[in-house]
């Protein structure tokens, strides 16, 4: 029992070692590299002209939930 709580411990130590953010496209600049998308798709993306309706918005939430809403929107 004491080996096992031992390996356990040693995993749960060792684990953030092998869990840092990989590479995933070295062409993107260097703080936009760990993620999937080119940099261009991103600017596409993010572009107001395209779907501005569920991207962007002019006002802040109102209601009861407005404050949950705006921090997912």
């Not at 411990?9 to 590479?23: A, D, E, V």
């Amino acid at each position: 029992m004491l080996k096992f709580r031992l390996f356990s411990l040693s995993l749960c130590l060792l684990l953030p070692l092998f869990s840092y953010g990989k590479i995933l496209n070295p062409d993107n600049p260097k703080n936009y590299q760990d993620f999937r998308m080119d940099y261009a798709e991103m600017i596409e993306i993010a572009n107001p002209n395209r779907l501005s309706h569920r991207i962007f918005y002019n006002a802040l939430s109102v209601g009861p939930d407005a404050k949950w809403f705006d921090a997912v929107k």
